[in-house]
């Protein structure tokens, strides 16, 4: 099957199903636009598929899952594939397999520790990168990249220029720790500052906070990731607020067939 075949089935196939809207009373990021920011999310997966070579989605890794924002729309993207949900929310992994029958995967603080002993076909990471250290964001590029299918993608998020903007409405984290975090993101490109304790959750690590990142110093960590290609990069594509990264398989000097 040619790509955008494979593509359009899957659109057409969503768009005939019936989406799971029980939000569990743990879900930490329930609110008005729940819904609406999963629905998102099959727009940027859509799009990202386009972008690459990929004729078929066997497993799929959602990461970090949470309660299912985005997996209970992944499960009627790809009613025939197999699911993992992974994340540090061992309540959160456990609703997302009684709820959206997905193998659950207990994650580590630090990404490089997990083996997931599979490949995937997709890999969707939503606002994962958006809390992550520079050094933290590289390492887990390409760790992610060695789980994939010979077709396989990653779509991954991020907080990216329009970011600024939203932080003037609704600020992501404290004064004096966003100036730390723009000084990165103004000198280098990437910006970052771990959250004070009482902004994070129960199950966020240490070295997790607020990242800020220009698109050349995405695609600077990304051209360092062996055997993959980068497909695209686009801004404010999530929800009309974080910028959107498609990278993977085949690589980008794979020979000609």
Not at 43 to 62: A, N, P
Not at 66 to 94: N, Q, S, W, Y
Request: glycine share 8%; aromatic share 12%.
């Amino acid at each position: 099957m040619y790509n955008l075949d494979f593509v359009n089935q899957v659109a057409d196939g969503y768009k005939r199903s019936q989406v799971d809207t029980e939000i569990s009373e743990n879900d930490l990021m329930s609110n008005q636009w729940y819904l609406e920011v999963g629905r998102s999310a099959v727009e940027v997966i859509l799009s990202g598929m386009f972008s690459s070579y990929i004729h078929r989605v066997d497993r799929v890794l959602d990461l970090p899952c949470g309660h299912g924002r985005v997996l209970r729309h992944l499960v009627k993207m790809f009613p025939g594939a197999e699911m993992h949900a992974c994340d540090l929310d061992t309540d959160g992994i456990a609703y997302c397999a009684e709820r959206f029958n997905a193998k659950p995967v207990l994650s580590k603080p630090e990404l490089t520790d997990m083996d997931f002993g599979v490949q995937y076909d997709l890999i969707w990471v939503g606002s994962l990168f958006t809390h992550v250290a520079e050094a933290q964001a590289s390492r887990w590029l390409a760790h992610l990249a060695k789980f994939l299918t010979p077709s396989g993608i990653v779509v991954a998020t991020m907080h990216g220029r329009w970011s600024e903007h939203v932080n003037r409405r609704s600020p992501y984290i404290g004064a004096e720790r966003w100036e730390t975090v723009m000084e990165g993101y103004r000198n280098g490109g990437y910006g970052y500052s771990d959250y004070v304790r009482q902004e994070a959750s129960q199950y966020t690590p240490g070295n997790y906070g607020i990242s800020m990142a220009r698109p050349q110093a995405m695609m600077r960590l990304l051209e360092a990731v062996p055997e993959v290609r980068i497909f695209s990069y686009t801004e404010r594509a999530w929800a009309d607020h974080q910028d959107v990264i498609v990278y993977g398989k085949p690589a980008y000097d794979a020979p000609w067939g």
